[in-house]
Each structure stands twice: as structure tokens, then as C-alpha cells.
């Protein structure tokens, strides 16, 4: 179905109450770095220019009337779980073709280039509502993909900056030549020095107190390391995420990783996936991301002679990318539907842009702005839904609702309860507005 065209006064009230009363508790972002061809998955043309068309064919979902192209069958049988926003659109030419500046776009919902630096939506849900489980960081950014880095914790206190893992694997949230006993005498030493202390009566040294109790606990709770410990999952979880021992490998565990970081009680999480270069599983792979300016449709890797900037990955239809995507996203909403998690959690499934819908000479799809897709699931997003259109060659929206990045993060917000409507503020007392120019999708609330 499409989205209406406009945004009446009832469906803004509507929204502006649902944000009140938060329908999500936490965010799972998934964040596939690159810019993946929605023509080739979420947004299939079958009616396209033979020429450029995608060798993927169309197949129905378990929605009447939704369709997916083959590279999401998987994916296709949890479509009842879903809404597809296909009407996406990237309106700054100044971020479009800047991967680095797209990410940080996507992380902020604020233009990159705007003179004040934007926080991650993830900072800000830590500021306004705090950590649901003092043994964890509030947000957590898991930064295997190259565009990590672009994260920014902005103008906000640097307790709200993301916590930042690499290929899953952590540092730092545990005690090294200390036990737990003795941390704890030291604390209370330092509390009895510091009693009676007219300085502790200050803001900001509360603050420092209740960062210093939270460390304590993150290092000495053990669940804080469980909840980042995919291998203790059962064999049958397990393979909801990959299909068999010899392809459990990354994608997979990061995406079970953020399962597990949700049920654990973060707030705000980001998957950024990007398999690492490995010459023995992926020869010739060494940049695998969906930056596929060359041979998108290869078998192996993207290496073309005459090749340009798409050189390093494998073509869209090989494991490590949609076969291992679809795998791990069917996997992620199954076990999250089961475990009861998509009432409370919204989980986003993002990239930068799309690609071109023509071909390019190098056998290739170029960035795209002007149409593409995301999808959403949980906190109460209406499954089987498709949102806005674009036209025969998946090119431009034809449908009368389009949405921008900034609208993406008013949904955020509103899902979370924050409100847009009131600003926060820099260390100077300015006022700052959050997705500004943004509005909350209305098709994702009901």
C-alpha cells in the first residue's frame, strides 16, 4: 500500500501523542554501509529497461501483494513483520556522493555540514532518557564497517559518546589486577575522604559520583561481558543467523550481537557491518561493503580490469553480501518476534543511499539519491506494509510521499518519546533542535 500524501493536524496530534508515551524502549539500528541497490532487493522492477534490469527475479512474500526480489527470500517470509519504505530520499547534493558524510548523516539526522556538529541519535536517546541497565552503556556502536569512525557525540557531555566495539569483540569492561572486593574498598575510601566535602554539593560533581558507581558497576557485574557473548547462545539460535558452522562468521554474530545487547537492556544500539578482508575465504574481497561501482552482478569479487572505485567487494548475489544479509535480518526479526522483543524495541534496517537505475559501463551501479528503501519492524510499526513507489525503472518516487533522512530521525525520536518540538543545548546555552526539519513518518505509527 502507499503512504498518504500530506500530514494532517489529527495524524500530527496522533504522533506527538504516541511520541509522549514512548512506543519504543530501545533502537536496534542496522546499518549496512555502502549504499545497497534497492532495486536489486527491497524494491524490485521486473518492468525495467532490459538493459539495466536486475537478474534477480521477483517473488511474492508471505504478504499478498508485497514482493521482494529473490536475493531477500528469507526475508520474504517475515514480511508480515515488516514495512518497507520505499519512497527515501537523500535531498543535500553536497552529502550525496561522500560515503563518510552519508554515514555520519544517517547516525545524526542532521546535515554534516551544518556548522555545528550533530550528535548520533543514539548520544542524544542516552541524554534524554538514560541507560536502562547500569551494567551497560546506554549506547552502543558496533564499528566493524569503515564509516563507524564518522559517529560523533557532538556538543553533548562526553558520557553520552557511543561505546564502540570492533568485529564484536570488547576492551575495557572488566577488571584487570584488581578484584572486585578491592574496588570496592577503594570507592568507599574515596567516598569517606571526600564526605562533608562543600564541593560535592555541586551539579557536576554528582555527576562525576553517579558516572563513578556506574563504572563500578559495568566492571563488576558479570553480565555485563555475558551480554556480549554470542557463542554461549544455543546451536538452534545460532543457525537462526547462519546457516552451519562453516559460514558463522560475522555478519551473523554481529547481528545476533545486537539481539543480544537489546535483551540485555541498552538502549540504543548500531550495527555496522563490513566482513573484514580475509584472502583464504574471499580472495581478491578486500573492501567489502555495498560500494558496488563495478561488476555488481560478479560471481566472486568486483576486480574488473579498467575497474574503479567499486574494486574490493563481491558481487551483490554472493554470500558475503545479500545471501549472508538475508539470512542474518530473517534470523534477527524470527528471534526478536519470539523473545517477545519487537513490542518494546525499533529495529531499523539502513544504508546511506541506493543506486542508479542504469548500469554503468564498468558493469556497475553508481550513488543514488533520489529513491531508495529502509525497513522497519517493532514498536509498533504495522507489519506487511510497503510505503511510497517509484517508477518503472526504480529511479524517482513517483508516489506523493517522500522522506529524508531527517525524517527518519523525527521517527526515532518520536518512537522513543523524545520530542523534537523542544530544543537541547550546546555548552553555550544555544539552542539546538534535533532532526530538524524533520517529520516522524506517519505510516509508522498506528
Keep these: 500500500m502507499c503512504g498518504i500524501a500530506g500530514v494532517s493536524g489529527e495524524i500530527r496530534s496522533a504522533i506527538a501523542q504516541q511520541a509522549r508515551k514512548a512506543q519504543a524502549q530501545s533502537v536496534l539500528v542496522i546499518f549496512e554501509q555502502g549504499g545497497i541497490s534497492h532495486t ?53 547534493p553536497n552529502v550525496g556522493n561522500s560515503h563518510p558524510m552519508g554515514s555520519q548523516y544517517v547516525f545524526s539526522a542532521a546535515d554534516p555540514s551544518s556548522p555545528v556538529e550533530m550528535p548520533d541519535i543514539g548520544s542524544v536517546a542516552s541524554l534524554k532518557l538514560g541507560t536502562k541497565s547500569r551494567h551497560l552503556p546506554a549506547y552502543i556502536c558496533e564499528g566493524s564497517g569503515e564509516q563507524s569512525a564518522m559517529s560523533r557525540l557532538g556538543f553533548l557531555p562526553a558520557s553520552h559518546k557511543a561505546y564502540r566495539i570492533q568485529q564484536g569483540r570488547v576492551s575495557g569492561l572488566k577488571l584487570e589486577g584488581i578484584g572486585a572486593d578491592r574496588l570496592r574498598q577503594r570507592r568507599e575510601l574515596l567516598a569517606n575522604i571526600n564526605l562533608g566535602l562543600v564541593s560535592n554539593h555541586r551539579p557536576e560533581v554528582r555527576a562525576m559520583e553517579s558516572f563513578a558507581d556506574q563504572a563500578e558497576d559495568m566492571l563488576t557485574n558479570p553480565a555485563t561481558l555475558a551480554a556480549f557473548d ?58 567489502m561493503n555495498w560500494d558496488h561501482h563495478d561488476a555488481i552482478y560478479s560471481q566472486n569479487h568486483t576486480n574488473i580490469p579498467g575497474g574503479g572505485a567499486g574494486a574490493g567487494r563481491y558481487g551483490i548475489g554472493t554470500w558475503p553480501m545479500m545471501p549472508s544479509t538475508d539470512w542474518a535480518f530473517s534470523g534477527l526479526i524470527t528471534d526478536m518476534h519470539q523473545r517477545g522483543l519487537l513490542s518494546e524495541c525499533l529495529v531499523c534496517f539502513v544504508t546511506e543511499f541506493g543506486r542508479t537505475p542504469k548500469i554503468n559501463d564498468r558493469q556497475g551501479r553508481d550513488h543514488w539519491v533520489h529513491a531508495f528503501s529502509y525497513a522497519f519492524a517493532g514498536a509498533g510499526v504495522a507489519g506487511g506494509q510497503v510505503v511510497g513507489e517509484t517508477d518503472a525503472d526504480g529511479g524517482y518516487i513517483t508516489s506523493s510521499n517522500a522522506y529524508t533522512v531527517e525524517d527518519y530521525g523525527a521517527t526515532l525520536f518520536a518512537k522513543l518519546g523524545i520530542n523534537t518540538a523542544e530544543p537541547i543545548y550546546t555548552s553555550e546555552d544555544r539552542p539546538i533542535f534535533l532532526a530538524k526539519g524533520g517529520r516522524a513518518i506517519p505510516e509508522l505509527f498506528h
Excluded at 65 to 85: H, I, P, S, W
Excluded at 231 to 260: A, F, M, V, W
Design 230 to 287: 554470542v557463542e554461549s547462545e544455543p546451536e538452534q539460535i545460532k543457525q537462526l543467523y547462519h546457516p552451519n558452522e562453516k559460514d558463522r562468521t560475522h555478519r551473523g554474530n554481529l547481528y545476533l550481537l545486537g539481539r543480544k545487547l537489546i535483551e540485555s537492556g541498552v538502549r540504543f544500539v548500531t550495527i555496522n557491518t563490513q566482513w573484514p578482508g580475509n584472502e583464504q575465504l574471499w580472495p581478491g574481497g578486500g573492501n
Design 40 to 92: 536489486d532487493t527491497w524494491d524490485p522492477k521486473p518492468e525495467a529497461n532490459p538493459v539495466h534490469r536486475s537478474p534477480f527475479k521477483t517473488i511474492s512474500t508471505n504478504v499478498p501483494g508485497m514482493q521482494f526480489t529473490e536475493l531477500l527470500g528469507r526475508t520474504a517470509l517475515v514480511a508480515d513483520k515488516l514495512t518497507v519504505v520505499r519512497c527515501m530520499r537523500q535531498p543535500k
